[in-house]
């Protein structure tokens, strides 16, 4: 038993050691970074680029450039609740007030109630809700978990294109943020969509993936092992009342503006920043 013991800690530390000299590698293929690069390129996050692309230095490099060219021209950091409140006034996207058991930040999708026809305002809101998902992980954790109802869906909520780019924010430019991600009860006529989306799909993000359906006990087993059911809302098959408030969200997403802003921001653009929102207030 201690022999196993020890040979399993032995593994451990040799990957760990792999990793680090691949960070390592990695941060010399990237070259010097300022400004919010330099923020945004830590240590671990250096590490989910890698894990993404199966610690090829020469492909993470290749995708994390992308990244930041994609970050410097988009601003995802800089988007503010008031340009995308309207997206979410129907409740079709927002942050959970639970987190799963493993401490990842949940995000609630419910695409049957799509509100606006604009993909690029659509994107721009989800990006909001990717980026402020990641200010609201637990300490150690650097995954989300999404909760997708299907509740009311037709092909018509969520064009080909849309889906399509979603995937290609999410696995692109946030990789290794997606822990689980639960469909749950999806109607008959979404299986020819998903024939189609699937193949946007990398497999990493593909097995992560996990339909629910009511009436499936191994599927409603495998959810209640990753959720409590008392946060669960009971449209998901939980136990909570889980109503969206759109005023309430909003006067959160405002407090969460200050973290970010606070997070990106200079010491002395913060005081600022801060000083005069609190005035206004």
């Known amino acids: 038993m201690f022999h196993l013991?020890?040979?399993?800690?032995q593994d451990q530390e040799s990957k760990e050691l792999y990793a680090e000299s691949k960070i390592k590698e990695l941060k010399g293929a990237i070259g010097p970074l300022s400004g919010h690069s330099l923020k945004y390129c830590t240590d671990d996050c250096l590490r989910r680029y890698l894990e993404a692309r199966n610690w090829n230095v020469d492909k993470s490099n290749k995708m994390l450039e992308d990244t930041l060219k994609w970050r410097s021209n988009y601003k995802p950091e800089q988007i503010r609740w008031d340009e995308v409140a309207m997206e979410g006034e129907t409740g079709k996207l927002y942050r959970a007030n639970f987190h799963d058991k493993q401490g990842r930040?949940?995000?609630?999708?419910?695409p049957g109630m799509q509100n606006t026809s604009s993909m690029e305002n659509q994107m721009r809101h989800l990006v909001y809700l990717l980026e402020n998902a990641m200010l609201n992980l637990s300490p150690g954790q650097e995954q989300m978990a999404w909760l997708i109802d299907f509740t009311g869906w037709s092909i018509t909520n969520t064009p080909i294109k849309s889906a399509r780019e979603t995937i290609n924010i999410l696995q692109n430019h946030y990789p290794e943020r997606l822990g689980i991600a639960f469909l749950y009860n999806p109607p008959r006529?979404?299986?020819?969509?998903?024939?189609?989306?699937?193949?946007?799909?990398?497999?990493?993000?593909?097995?992560?993936?996990?339909?629910?359906?009511?009436?499936?006990?191994?599927?409603?087993?495998?959810?209640?092992?990753?959720?409590?059911?008392?946060?669960?809302?009971?449209?998901?098959?939980?136990?909570?009342?889980?109503?969206?408030?759109?005023?309430?969200?909003?006067?959160?997403?405002?407090?969460?503006?200050?973290?970010?802003?606070?997070?990106?921001?200079?010491?002395?653009?913060?005081?600022?920043?801060?000083?005069?929102?609190?005035?206004?207030?």
Not at 105 to 110: A, E, F, H, W
Not at 232 to 243: A, H
Not at 245 to 264: I, P, T
């Open 189 to 281: 006529v979404f299986e020819a969509f998903w024939k189609i989306v699937k193949y946007f799909l990398d497999n990493k993000t593909f097995q992560k993936v996990k339909f629910v359906y009511p009436k499936n006990k191994d599927s409603v087993e495998l959810m209640k092992s990753y959720f409590d059911e008392e946060n669960l809302p009971t449209e998901l098959g939980g136990k909570s009342i889980l109503t969206y408030n759109h005023g309430d969200f909003s006067r959160l997403m405002a407090q969460d503006d200050l973290k970010c802003a606070a997070f990106w921001e200079s010491d002395n653009n913060v005081s600022n920043h801060i000083g005069s929102v609190h005035s206004a207030a």
């Open 5 to 9: 013991w020890t040979n399993s800690q």
């Open 105 to 110: 930040t949940v995000l609630i999708l419910r």
